[in-house]
């Protein structure tokens, strides 16, 4: 039996590939894109592009350390001079609080997603879309005023103590984490006129509690994730990898192609209820 041909598929560059998100999204995005999945670990990266090739997509691991701009660009240079401009930009690339101290969660998550859209933008294809994934952490942040100002600068080298000194004091991990989150999401809105420009959208997709293994070990180590599960108004339950990447593709296909600037919300509920105080009964 003869393999499809498969080249000349639209590129689609997945940051953070080799994670249990980035793998889903790599997966989804492998059935009508050839998918480059750019990561630190690029020896992971290898192993999940060669099961990916395994079920017949076109799949290639890059090394790239998204808080080197220099580093990006040589990752995006290989990706489209390999298979043309970008279809999609997945930034899936980032720390939760038990993966890393304060001030590098925040130079990964927003700084390092800074650098990547602005290295990307010059290579989006026309009907293009970049998906930052968020969290619920950034809808629930409310900064100040002037950390708000200090976070909209996400490209400034000295980005981490900015945040700091306008804070006055260092950052708590679970604050950082919030407000990377938060200014990735006024990042993505503020980006949405340059990215028009080029003829492509700009969305981020938040996602609420997640079934991966990223997520299982914050439960290990942030025991009040297991009240936040039983306040979750659908089913108190953790939504599962392929409930999130059901909106992922809804946002990267044709049919949102109107969709830009905004927030896609996938949760369950769980921010609804915080908002509003909403409890189930226990009884």
Known sequence: MNTPDRTGLPLAVVIGGSGGMG???A???????????????????????????????VAAPIACDITDPSSVKAMLDEAVDRFGPIRVLAGVAG??????????????????????????????APGGVAVVVSSIGGMLAQPAPEVVAVLDEPLSPTLVADVEAALGREMALTEAYGLSKFAENRM????????????????????????T?????????????????????????????????????????????????TDLLIDGGIVAAIEFGLERDQS
């Open 188 to 211: 993505v809105r503020r980006e949405v006129l340059r990215f028009a420009e080029r003829g492509a959208r700009i969305v981020s997709l938040t996602p609420g509690l997640v079934r």
């Open 27 to 57: 997966r989804r995005l492998g059935e009508r894109h050839a998918v480059v999945l750019a990561d630190l670990n690029v020896a992971k990266g290898e192993e999940v592009a060669e099961e990916l090739r395994r079920e017949g997509a």
């Open 95 to 124: 720390l939760s609080p038990s993966s890393g101290d304060a001030r590098r969660i925040l130079a990964v998550n927003l700084g390092g997603t800074a650098t990547v859209l602005e290295g990307a933008l010059p290579h989006m």
């Open 213 to 261: 293994p990223m997520g299982a070990r914050e439960f290990e180590r942030t025991p009040g994730k297991w009240d936040l599960l039983k306040r979750i108004p659908l089913e108190q339950r953790e939504s599962m990898l392929t409930e999130i990447c059901d909106g992922f593709e809804f946002l990267v296909s044709d049919r949102a192609s109107y969709i830009t600037g």
């Open 23 to 25: 793998q889903a999204c």
